[in-house]
């Protein structure tokens, strides 16, 4: 079944600090990628969409210059959180789809603690 | 995309099946119904989808009510490591993301 690999799956660091997510398809080329934030007990949120070799669309309320996507390939798609703060601690989780008409299948998520 | 209503919470005993509903009563017909599930600490994992026809996988069975306005995931055999939250979402095929709402917490109890 189609595999979405997330790394890292963990990330402690301190505030100030940016940190990248990787996002990776490993058996199919995803032509879109998503990126979801989870704050404890509650759902996934959307943050951006990606497309590959175009700029992200990103949701009301998210700061594009803060979450810089990049969707360089059809296979890789990371989320650099910049400067980022406590209050940026959550759960962010990828998702990639191959076609319009297939399913999104998600990483694993990357639990991200912001000293 | 159309308002999905799920029951908050749900017991399943260990071996029977698990029939988790979803109300989408304002569904248009081109409208997909997609579950998803999230065990704690993971990221989502797609179940099963359909649009008007029930399906069937490995993981579950889907049926969709002949109007459908409601759906019913079937878990034939639950186990332990089917408990987590469950996720009945429509989309607009070809529409860019799925919106979660609630979900239904499955426990599958020993």
């Known amino acids: 079944g189609a595999v979405v690999s997330q790394h890292p799956s963990r990330v402690i660091c301190k505030s100030g600090t940016s940190v990248k997510i990787e996002c990776r398809s490993l058996d199919f080329q995803a032509t879109t990628m998503f990126w979801y934030r989870q704050f404890p007990k509650q759902s996934l949120m959307l943050m951006a969409t990606?497309?590959?070799?175009?700029?992200?669309?990103?949701e009301q309320g998210v700061e594009k210059d803060k979450f810089l996507i990049n969707h360089a390939s059809l296979t890789l798609s990371t989320l650099t959180v910049t400067s980022a703060h406590p209050e940026d601690s959550s759960f962010y989780i990828c998702?990639?789809?191959?076609?319009?008409?297939?399913?999104?299948?998600f990483g694993d998520g990357t639990r991200l603690s912001i000293l | 995309d159309a308002k999905t209503t799920q029951p908050t919470s749900m017991d399943c005993a260990e071996g029977r099946a698990a029939n988790l509903p979803c109300n989408h009563s304002t569904i248009s017909g081109n409208e997909y119904v997609y579950w998803y599930r999230q065990i704690h600490s993971q990221g989502p994992q797609y179940i099963i989808h359909g649009l008007k026809n029930n399906e069937t996988n490995e993981m579950a069975s889907l049926i969709i009510t002949e109007d459908r306005k409601s759906s019913t995931l079937i878990l034939p055999h639950a186990t332990l490591r089917d408990t987590a939250v469950y996720y009945c979402i429509v989309r607009v095929g070809g529409a860019n993301n799925l919106f979660f709402g609630t979900g239904t917490r499955l426990t599958v109890i020993p």
């Open positions: 990606s497309n590959e070799g175009s700029k992200a669309t990103y």
């Open positions: 998702s990639a789809r191959a076609t319009i008409n297939q399913p999104q299948h």
